[in-house]
């Protein structure tokens, strides 16, 4: 993070890493499971570490592990982040996570991409159409695919109620991105969400969906890792 990405425009990423991971039953956070030697985690930053314009990097870690440099620290044992970037402890719930990050950032952001560390291989132009969504008048963006499946809609005894149009659905994923001020106000509001996009939009502001990839699904269950690993092991076969 040089000057001359200080200027006005700046972006600023909250990586959110303080999840449990008790689905991957791993018995570490999640976002410090092993991928290939690596956790999780630092292939999150190294792509967000990546983003044009970058001014401030938060990560938002499990509360008791926020000092890289603690040598009795097993999580960071194989994980260095950039230089400039920021750990804060995270919360009981995820908004209490992303809303210490975002007090953590750089007042010199303008516009906030929110990243789950579990979305470990997400790439680079995903978080760039965010960044340009968000710069081309939006309030806030996030990336979404198509639904290949058909969507039913039960009631709480599992009677069908409806068939939406799945042409009109999309499968939302991160980095999700706002403008700061709408974002900040969001999490001012004192509204309760799913997402930080919901969070927004319950504000009155609109968001738009550009498109996601299909490289951008969360890590949950040791299915998903297994996935993650055989992408990468495809990846690393095509490059040599």
Not at 209 to 214: F, I, Q, R, T
Request: some cysteine; glycine content about 10%.
């Amino acid at each position: 993070m040089t000057d001359a990405d200080a200027a006005p425009g700046g972006v600023g990423v909250v990586v959110v890493a303080a999840g449990s991971g008790s689905r991957l039953g791993a018995g570490l956070p999640k976002a410090f499971v092993p991928l290939r030697g690596r956790p999780l985690l630092a292939y999150a930053v190294a792509t967000a570490a990546r983003v044009p314009h970058l001014v401030s990097l938060v990560v938002v870690a499990p509360e008791g592990h926020t000092d890289p440099l603690e040598p009795a620290d097993p999580l960071w044992a194989d994980l260095t982040l950039p230089p400039g970037a920021v750990v804060v402890a995270g919360g009981a719930e995820r908004t209490d996570s992303v809303g210490a990050g975002l007090a953590a950032l750089d007042p010199g952001c303008e516009v906030v991409l929110v990243h789950d560390a579990a979305r470990c291989l997400t790439p680079l132009a995903v978080f760039e159409r965010v960044v340009a969504a968000v710069r081309g008048g939006a309030a806030g963006a996030v990336p979404g695919l198509p639904l290949v499946d058909t969507v039913k809609t039960v009631d709480v005894e599992g009677r069908i109620t409806g068939t939406p149009d799945r042409a009109l659905l999309r499968a939302v994923q991160t980095p999700q991105g706002f403008e700061r001020e709408v974002l900040l106000a969001a999490y001012r509001s004192g509204l309760q969400a799913t997402d930080d996009a919901a969070l927004v939009e319950r504000c009155g502001h609109a968001v738009v969906v550009v498109d996601g990839d299909p490289l951008a699904f969360k890590v949950t269950t040791p299915d998903d890792l297994d996935r993650a690993e055989r992408l990468l092991d495809r990846a690393a076969t095509l490059r040599a």
